[in-house]
């Protein structure tokens, strides 16, 4: 059983459409991270939400941590081609865990 | 431009083989994990360490893997011996939170 569970799992949108991808637990985090790997790379950090109910905007993407510390969303607004990776939520508690993961294509 | 390094940067050897992957993790970093994805269970904490200490590596198989920190520049993962259900690609992520990671380009493992 994954503590975070990530929906969609696949997604695959034509560029200039907006998406959003959830990362969800039963499970109450100090701090909720997203990361975005590319193939062949590592997973990259994008963004730290701390407080519930924080909203952080990254350029085109969107942050925000549920109220409840226990969620987390990430929306994209007109994705780019470059957008395209395996999007990782993790969350920080008493220890550290990341999500099943949402692989994105974006197609030209 | 720091970053977290890891070598070798590919290997593929034969089932019962010692494997040894190494990681330097970024210059006053005092934070450093161990991982391991595949495509079927994905991003896997195997262990971590601060201040050259493990702290948890619950994650690890303890009869084949190993890890350690013989100083603060050089973390290791020692697989032996190996099999083939270990093939995964291995990331090195160091930082000065738990919450902060900065991951190195990882070890892809092939074991035949």
């Keep these: 059983t994954q503590l975070l569970e990530q929906s969609p799992q696949f997604l695959s949108i034509q560029e200039g459409e907006n998406l959003t991808v959830y990362c969800n637990s039963s499970s109450v985090f100090s701090s909720l991270q997203w990361y975005r790997q590319e193939p062949g790379e590592g997973p990259v950090l994008l963004v730290t939400v701390v407080t519930g109910g924080e909203v952080k905007k990254l350029k085109r993407l969107t942050f925000q941590f549920g109220d409840a510390r226990k969620d987390s969303s990430l929306h994209i607004t007109a994705a780019q081609t470059g957008d395209t990776g395996l999007y990782l939520c993790a969350g920080a508690g008493n220890q550290f865990y990341f999500g099943t993961g949402t692989s994105l294509t974006v197609i030209p | ?112």
């Design chain 2, 1 to 112: 431009d720091a970053r977290v390094t890891q070598t070798p940067r590919h290997k593929v050897t034969e089932m019962g083989q010692e494997v040894t992957m190494r990681c330097q993790p970024i210059l006053g970093h005092n934070t450093v994990f161990w991982y391991r994805q595949t495509m079927m269970q994905g991003l896997e904490l195997l262990a971590y360490f601060r201040n050259r200490a493990p702290l948890d590596d619950s994650g690890m198989p303890k009869d084949r893997f190993s890890a350690e920190m013989p100083d603060a520049t050089l973390a290791t993962l020692k697989i032996q011996p190996s099999e083939p259900r270990d093939s995964a690609v291995y990331f090195c992520a160091s930082g000065q939170r738990t919450d902060t990671q900065y991951f190195g380009p990882g070890t892809r493992l092939t074991v035949l």
